[in-house]
């Protein structure tokens, strides 16, 4: 029998939820070095103990967050086919993850395009590179792209950061096309001809 993962205090959920929103809302208002625990406590309406059984610090409070963004993010990802053999499945998932920033577009706004802090860019950049790395790599096997003299890490590194600059830049110019219409014309400049 498989056993379920511990599930998470709704109380826990609910608190972690005002000191994020709190958090984003301060992050629209102020630079992030202005934040300070009480601050935030105060604008998420919880006491500075409460905060201190969550977190130890601002920096731990973001490093914390960054986790859970990387891990929707996988869990967004998980919902498309293992294997993308196909333009479609491929395309479908870009289209989550697009859908999911889309959803969330306020904290990916503030931490990506507003504020560009660091930790949260970083991670992402991460996991997109091992998306791309992934994919070219299932292409080389697959036969359908020779590396044409091109480093893998090179092209690893220009496709992550053209798609995380494409995101950003999306973001900050208020969504102006739809994810499914993003992605489309993303993977259509990625399969211009050389």
Same mark, same amino acid.
């Given at each position: ?20 929103? *709190? ?13 300070? &625990? ?14 201190? @059984?969550h977190y130890r610090d601002i920096p731990d409070m973001l490093e914390?967050?960054?986790? !859970?963004?990387?891990? !929707? ?19 479908? &998932? ?7 920033? *889309?959803?969330? *577009? ?15 860019t970083d991670r992402l950049l991460k996991l997109l590179a091992e ?5 070219? &790599?299932? @292409? ?17 590194? /220009? ?17 102006? /096309? ?13 399969? @211009?001809?050389?």
């Open positions: 029998m498989e056993k379920m993962p511990p599930r998470t205090d709704p109380r826990v959920l609910r608190t972690r939820q005002l000191l994020r929103d *709190a958090f984003i809302e301060l992050l629209h208002e102020m630079d992030i070095e202005k934040i300070s &625990v009480n601050r935030l406590t105060e604008r998420a309406t919880i006491n500075r103990v409460t905060f201190y @059984l914390k967050m960054a986790d !859970e963004m990387i891990s !929707e993010i996988r869990g967004v990802l998980q919902k498309t086919p293992a294997s993308s053999n196909s333009p479609e499945e491929e395309l479908s &998932v870009l289209v989550h993850l697009l859908e999911h920033i *889309a959803e969330h *577009a306020q904290f990916y706004k503030a931490v990506l395009a507003l504020k560009r802090i660091p930790i949260f998306l791309v790395s992934a994919r070219i &790599v299932e @292409l080389i096997k697959e036969g359908s792209r020779s590396t044409d003299g091109i480093q893998q890490d090179i092209a690893i590194w /220009y496709g992550s950061s053209a798609l995380i600059g494409t995101i950003v830049s999306w973001l900050r110019n208020d969504m102006p /096309y739809t994810p499914l219409y993003l992605a489309k014309q993303f993977y259509l400049l990625r399969t @211009l001809p050389r």
